[in-house]
């Protein structure tokens, strides 16, 4: 029986390293963790915050996920998206405001707060 999500797995093109920490750490306020040293040597980055945790893989054929996504709920969302300008809205979910960001390397990422 499954109890709980441990995390969600996006991929990343090589080098994208910077700019994951730059939008996941800066920009949506997670923290990088560590990586056991046996997968640090693949590259990527993991990222944990409050009851989510999310792993980038480097994928050398990447290609961003554009339909599939992760949702991530949020205590602010004004906040988040005054510093992502290209923000899209929508009112399609009963009971939350939402809208949808690109990650540095083009994954889609759902962001929403309770109405």
Known sequence: MIIALHHVQLAAPPGSEPELREFYEGVLG???VPKPAELAERGGA?????????HLGIEEDFRPARKAHPGFLVDDLDELVAKLPDAVSDDLLPGYRRVYVTDPVGNRIELLQAS
């Open 46 to 54: 993991w990222f944990r915050g409050e009851g989510v945790e999310v």
């Open 30 to 32: 997670l923290r990088e």
